[in-house]
């Protein structure tokens, strides 16, 4: 491949599109057709598997039996569902708040293209389409590459529709994200969370810190602090202490007994020795290693507030100066996840694992897109591979609707 061709074409693609005949109008058919050949299919077979495997596609009917499951067949399905998403306070109530919002993420985007479609494509594309270009052809006729320099007052027509999007745009993002700040006051409020107590888990605690009084006093700040606190796998700590004590004291008394090299024996004393210094070895590492434990057992706890608005506080706000102590987090205490115990290192190693793993994911599906994408407007990368020019229409509107 030549790459200089393809930064040439890259950097100069307005101007390629001057020159060249753009997509079809069979090629975008097309590629609709093969869209919608897989999409309504896999719909098709979901309205099927609903039927028969609840578990794995309404899970939240088997967790909350009060909730009944959609509707049998292909059809009826659309209008309960449609009738459950109307009602935001039931909606948060069955299943949660984040579920709320995003749902009204996708009636945000509905809210926003909406309007666009309706309004501005209808002044744009007459606009674009009378412009009468003899360099553009295709589908092409209908952007703003077929209106000519010259043609001033068709661009300010363009730029007033494209002002009209922003203020359109803007308008609705600040009145939902008001929107959205009320919505979380008002729902620590409703009726469904009058009798639920809140559970926050608080990690990388001190050692010296691990203790019901300590705790109560440190949160007392929060709405006279949390009216329970449990200290998670307390028995198992305090047999881990008492195993370490008595660590301790037979590493003292091994101190104490050390054996001398004799000058008449000396082979024999150093085997003793050896022997000596290998069982205080391990000795020393069973002590490291049940210190660590202890110390990761003693960095957790479980607070119980009366109210969510006293626990949202918490999660905004921090109980010490010190970095990476003392952290609040949203769990359930039926389902504390072990992985919370990890030490700092293997947080942080995790942490980083995962977003170098997510980030090469994303590039790995932007590139096939990207090329798809270019693929689309193959007129415009002719001087890269002279092989590509000779697809059809109809393979490239098969290639893009993929």
């Given at each position: ?337 072990p992985a919370i115990y990890y030490s700092k290192l293997s947080k942080t190693l995790r942490s980083v694992s995962i977003l170098v793993t997510l980030n090469v994911l994303a590039v790995l599906w932007a590139i096939p897109i990207s090329l798809t994408g270019l693929l689309s407007q193959l007129v415009y990368l002719d001087s890269i591979n002279s092989h590509l020019h000779n697809l059809s229409d109809d393979q490239l509107g098969a290639i893009q609707g993929f």
């Open positions: 491949m030549d790459f200089a061709a393809l930064n040439e074409t890259v950097n100069d693609a307005a101007g390629k599109a001057h020159k060249n005949e753009g997509l079809s109008a069979q090629s975008f058919l097309i590629s609709l057709a093969v869209s919608a050949g897989i999409f309504i299919p896999v719909v098709y077979i979901f309205t099927f598997l609903k039927d028969i495997n609840h578990k794995l596609f309404q899970p939240q009917c088997l967790a909350d039996p009060d909730l009944l499951p959609l509707p049998k067949g292909r059809t009826l399905w659309v209008k309960q569902l449609w009738k459950f998403m109307k009602d935001d306070t039931e909606l948060a109530g069955r299943l949660s708040l984040d579920c709320r919002f995003f749902l009204r993420l996708l009636r945000v985007a509905v809210k926003l293209f909406m309007p666009i479609a309706v309004i501005i494509l209808p002044i744009l594309l007459p606009v674009n389409y009378t412009a009468d270009s003899i360099k553009v052809g295709g589908l092409d006729r209908f952007s703003i590459s077929n209106i000519q320099k010259e043609q001033h007052i068709r661009w300010w027509i363009t730029a007033f529709a494209a002002t009209l999007a922003n203020i359109h745009i803007w308008r609705l993002l600040l009145v939902e994200f008001r929107l959205v700040v009320k919505t979380r006051q008002n729902y620590f409020h409703e009726w469904f969370l009058a009798q639920k107590v809140a559970t926050i888990v608080v990690t990388n605690i001190p050692p010296g810190m691990w203790n019901d009084q300590s705790l109560r006093q440190i949160y007392s700040a929060f709405n006279g602090g949390p009216v329970d606190v449990i200290l998670p796998q307390q028995d198992v700590c305090d047999n881990k202490e008492l195993k370490l004590s008595t660590l301790l004291r037979d590493l003292d008394t091994m101190m104490r007994i050390r054996p001398q090299i004799s000058r008449t024996s000396i082979v024999p004393s150093s085997i003793r020795l050896m022997a000596y210094f290998r069982n205080k070895g391990l000795l020393e590492c069973r002590i490291r290693n049940l210190q660590r434990d202890i110390e990761r057992t003693k960095s957790i706890a479980l607070f119980h507030f009366s109210d969510l608005f006293t626990a949202h506080l918490l999660l905004q706000a921090r109980a010490s100066s010190i970095p990476l102590e003392l952290e609040a987090h949203e769990t359930d205490v039926e389902t504390l996840d």
